[in-house]
């Protein structure tokens, strides 16, 4: 969920997170330069990913899900297919009784949320996480992809350690 960068401004200044000078200077470089200001709080390591996420979603009155932290089934990963899932900056994480959890950089995209609920046909719960938590979760697909390809490999090996015969015809 966007935040305007004055409006986070104010509230790193609230928390007293950083030091003054430091986050004076972050805000006029993300306002010369037309940056987020929660990207340049992370540049310039003046604040962790997650915990400028976690002050974003309290705002927003979201819950915050660090993805690192997070073991996502496969089948609950591929909910949403890889493509849309890097497009949209979202991830489907949990499956629970009342519905689907997902993990959205921008949990108010309400076209996003009424898709996943149409395509699986569940509520979807939506959660805020960071553009970086995305791209990490986004791993998993290509780890999918690699034990798929391992096992068809696998799968076509003799036991004697050659492939398997195919017939071609002419």
Request: glycine letters at 4%; a negative charge; hydrophobic letters at 40%.
């Amino acid at each position: 969920m966007k935040i305007t960068n004055q409006k986070l401004k104010l509230l790193v200044e609230e928390l007293d997170l950083v030091p003054k000078d430091r986050l004076e200077d972050a805000y006029a470089f993300a306002e010369k330069n037309h940056r987020p200001l929660a990207e340049v709080l992370v540049d310039m390591n003046l604040m962790s990913d997650d915990h400028v996420g976690r002050i974003i979603a309290d705002e927003s009155g979201y819950e915050f899900v660090d993805l690192d932290d997070v073991v996502v089934p496969e089948e609950v990963l591929n909910i949403i297919p890889r493509v849309m899932a890097e497009k949209q900056q979202v991830i489907a994480f949990e499956r629970v009784k009342d519905g689907i959890k997902i993990a959205m950089v921008n949990p108010g995209r309400l076209n996003i949320i009424n898709l996943i609920e149409k395509k699986t046909g569940q509520p979807v719960i939506p959660y805020l996480t960071t553009s970086d938590n995305i791209e990490s979760a986004l791993v998993n697909y290509q780890q999918g992809i690699q034990k798929e390809f391992t096992k068809i490999i696998q799968e076509n090996i003799k036991p004697s350690g050659g492939l398997k015969p195919r017939m071609c015809r002419s």
